[in-house]
């Protein structure tokens, strides 16, 4: 027997149940989140919100700040409650959650809707993380995690893949598929979860929360650390980049029917979120020759080749309207993701000393929050004055003198590009042709690609003159 098999054999029963979990969760979150961008921002008559860029990005960035934030409290409340009542409470904020976010249509309401929705998932991190911990031990633990986040990319791939089909049928169908999914976790948890061994605290969950601040601080004081932390936040704001800017992108720029015309599909059957998917599909099918090349490396040099290797992706996903161009793209960055993301949690490990692992440990999640916030401004109006085809247009009908009412719940984007279509005496394809030629909006790309530049230069100088010298890099 294989040493890869009798490790296999270890993992107890729970373990399974807790991976299970896991893939369903992500596959009713990606299959929702990586379309999020487009339901906000596409035409009203489509079903979809109407939103600006900003308005998009003010959303996302907030409430998926506060996904990674929150698990500080959260893990607080499960030591509180037990693991399997958090569960439960978490499922049903989330169907509840989808519901709202496929229900309310003002600003205010999908806003709130939506900090609720980030607010179950934050409930649920702490949890599956823990019972990941929990079953394994020093010798299953590397192959434990990788059976996670294969689970992970599995769920992320299947969710958005369908939900890619089923936008273009009706935006109700993507939430119902993201409700129905996490519903099904309901059966794990119920018939097949079991409590695992805990040992409450015996504070109260304001004193939990108080030493968990109190331990993130002590982990920050150390200001070597902490700039490793800011530094990460840079590469974690690029890196969103795939979830905030890039379906907007592909779907007002890019001539996505050519692969469904290639595949001898029918017209709209390929469509942005079908494409974004592609990362979490390259990570199944590459992620272990990917590894065993990264092994090679120390962790930090895999981290900034990484991280180059992804601000590649990014300039070939941004820079052309060309689909198949940007499916390299996506699948450039799935290796920079693959070759910086598993050594990330590895260094900071490393950097921690060792009687305070578990307190750097429970910081590593900081840069992350930090840069959804930092990635729902820069997605927002800079991306919009740079390469919003709406903004764009609205600016060429002003320079030209045309007379179109101004977009509302009354005239939507769609009847706004007829309009101009009709005044400009183009099509559709020759207008998006027109704009990109005189407004050249694959400019973005040197914004994007930049960040993750600037962090792998970044993490270079940090090595040279800030790390300590008898940290293992």
């Known amino acids: 027997m294989s040493r890869l098999a009798r490790v296999i054999k270890k993992f107890p029963h729970i373990f399974w149940i807790s991976n299970f979990i896991e893939l369903f969760e992500r596959w009713a979150w990606y299959g929702f989140y990586n379309a999020f961008a487009l339901y906000l921002t596409l035409s009203k008559d489509t079903g979809a919100l109407g939103f600006t860029q900003v308005q998009k990005g003010a959303i996302i960035g907030t409430g998926s700040m506060l996904l990674y934030f929150l698990p500080i409290l959260t893990g607080a409340i499960a030591d509180r409650i037990g693991f399997k009542k958090q569960l439960i409470l978490s499922f049903t904020a989330y169907i509840a959650g989808y519901f709202m976010v496929g229900t309310f249509e003002s600003y205010g309401l999908i806003f709130a809707s939506y900090l609720f929705l980030a607010t179950a998932g934050a409930l649920f991190k702490p949890i599956i993380l823990g019972m990941i911990a929990k079953t394994t031990d020093e010798e299953t633990s590397s192959v434990g995690f990788g059976i996670f986040y294969l689970m992970i990319n599995i769920g992320g791939f299947i969710g958005p893949f369908i939900a890619g089909f089923l936008y273009k049928i009706s935006w109700n169908y993507v939430f119902l598929m993201s409700g129905a999914t996490i519903a099904i976790n309901y059966i794990f948890v119920f018939f097949f979860f079991k409590e695992p061994g805990r040992e409450p605290s015996g504070k109260t969950f304001l004193q939990n929360c108080s030493i968990a601040v109190k331990n993130i601080l002590t982990a920050l004081y150390d200001w070597r650390y902490l700039v490793f932390l800011l530094i990460m936040s840079v590469f974690w704001t690029a890196f969103n980049q795939l979830y905030y800017s890039l379906p907007v992108f592909i779907d007002h720029w890019v001539d996505i029917e050519r692969l469904s015309v290639a595949f001898g599909l029918k017209p709209g059957t390929i469509t942005a979120v079908t494409v974004i998917s592609m990362d979490a599909f390259f990570i199944i099918v590459l992620q272990m020759y990917i590894s065993s090349v990264s092994m090679k490396f120390t962790p930090l040099n895999s981290i900034m080749t990484g991280t180059l290797i992804l601000a590649g992706g990014l300039m070939l996903m941004f820079i052309t309207r060309n689909p198949w161009i940007v499916l390299i793209g996506v699948m450039i960055f799935a290796v920079g ?137």
């Not at 590593?364 to 800079?382: D, E, N, Q, R, T």
């Not at 207008?431 to 694959?442: G, I, K, S, V």
């Not at 970044?458 to 003159?465: I, S």
Request: aromatic share 14%; net charge neutral; no cysteine.
């Open 337 to 473: 993701e693959m070759a910086s993301l598993p050594k990330y949690t590895e260094y900071v490990g490393r950097l921690a000393p060792l009687d305070k692992k578990a307190l750097y440990m429970g910081t590593s999640f900081l840069p992350v929050a930090l840069s959804h916030f930092a990635a729902g401004w820069i997605s927002g109006k800079p991306y919009e004055i740079l390469a919003d085809k709406v903004t764009l247009l609205q600016k060429e009908v002003a320079e030209k003198g045309f007379d179109i009412p101004q977009i509302s719940d009354s005239f939507t984007q769609n009847q706004y590009f007829e309009k101009a279509q009709q005044l400009f005496n183009m099509n559709s394809s020759q207008l998006t042709q027109y704009l990109w030629n005189t407004y050249h909006p694959e400019k973005v790309w040197i914004m994007f690609a930049s960040i993750g530049v600037m962090t792998s230069i970044m993490l270079y100088l940090y090595d040279k003159f800030i790390l300590v010298k008898n940290v293992e890099k």
